[in-house]
DNA sequence: CCGGCCAGCTTACGCGGTAAGCCGGCCGGG
DNA sequence: CCCGGCCGGCTTACCGCGTAAGCTGGCCGG
């Protein structure tokens, strides 16, 4: 074998021996910051062990699999999410608190949240919060029930609505300057049929630059919360 | 070489000679139909090719690569969304068939169909049904943007809740029996960390159980619906 | 002082996407 | 009637991926 890494004892910083070891919380949070800056398909095994400075094959003493690994990412973007409702809160108050937190968290992870509604959705995170805002709801006179589905229908809103902003917005290109006009309308139409008539290209330009999502999710939430009410199924 | 299949002429169907030739609507079909039965993963341009009974590389004739293929997939599946209003109805009824057209698509198609909210979203199928319920909505008094708007907002809902349907019945196992209890609440939890209290165990099972996300997409629906009116921005 | 343990390393396998080029049959022009 | 080009499909080859299996060297409790 090659000698590896003669210097194991740490290379000027550690106290007693060796570097810091890993964990599945380093893990994971590395994952999650290097996929949001490479993307999830430049998400790899090996490349992810580089970037904590450790062959691919050693993560998996700390998670089971890749797909581990990504739920572990989930778990890690349900924890930027409100994990109950404060303290002097009304019910509505909360649960648009709620429902705005997660979809607030599709803008800052463009990349990785859709992993969100995409993968196992049931972990510690949400099951912590859904206990959070469901005993909330039961103060209030909902039954467990009603509870869970009102808690449901917020959290659908919040990922709806989340993930269209991001499809409305994504194919951006993200270079240092902005595109020109040309450029967007070539790109937009890029991925179509080559004979689209004009009205649908104008449609599409205008959806990536016209809509509010922002707006719509906060109308539709206030209708939401307006239209539930406690009480038993 | 190998000779391949001797037989160019048709085995016993066929007129004038070859098979039918490939085109990218055979292609995305059968591409979707595989995907359907044996998940995302293990749709593969090779088994793909096999079951078209062509080489997977052949494949690259109909589609530009992977990602085109996935893109095209999501055409399909808007192409089960209704195109357009049915004729006699008003805009609020349009909306809600619409959205509720869209979220079926998600009980239809349980693995492929959150490509919807991963992948490009804007294509024709796409295009044409906004600018027709947009024609719809413009009718009525709304202006085009928010046309826009309220489109998306019931788009955003009908994405949301059929993924929500689908993560919280998803890692449903197929077998031919149903599964016990016990092994249910086993399934749940194994993903979990071990020292998962009682209630929060109590709540994942409930969350694939208790919630009934087809009423709470039909009440927020028309939450929303209520919420809406024409007018300018 | 030493035995076991465990984090991390190495090797090796099968499979995936796809670039590049090849071939053989059909079809339209001479 | 012949022939040249075209085009659908085939072949080969490359590199990177996920991961099974086993190894090793240093630390730590006895």
Redesign the interface.
Known sequence: MAIGKPAQQAPAGEPTGRRQPLNRQRVLSAALAYADRHGLAGLTMRRLGTELGVEGMSLYKHVADKD?LL?GIVELLWAEVPAGPAPDAGWRQALRNFADGLYRVFGRHPIVA?LI??R?????EV??R??AY?ELLRQTGFD??RG??AI??V???????G??AL??T??APQTAEPESNLQRIRR?TR???AD?PD??VE??V???S????D???A??I???L???APGPA
């Not at 196992?120 to 510690?124: A, E, L, T």
């Not at 959290?155 to 609505?161: N, S």
């Not at 016209?210 to 999502?213: G, I, L, R, S, V």
């Open positions: 581990a739920d859709p509604a995409t196992n959705f049931v972990n510690i099951l912590r859904y206990q469901l467990r029930r869970l589905d449901g229908a959290v659908g809103q919040g990922v709806g609505y993930l269209l499809r409305y994504d194919p937009i991925t179509l049929p689209v009205p649908l449609l599409a205008d959806l990536t016209e809509c509010d999502t707006r719509c999710f109308i539709s206030d209708a939401l307006a239209g539930l």
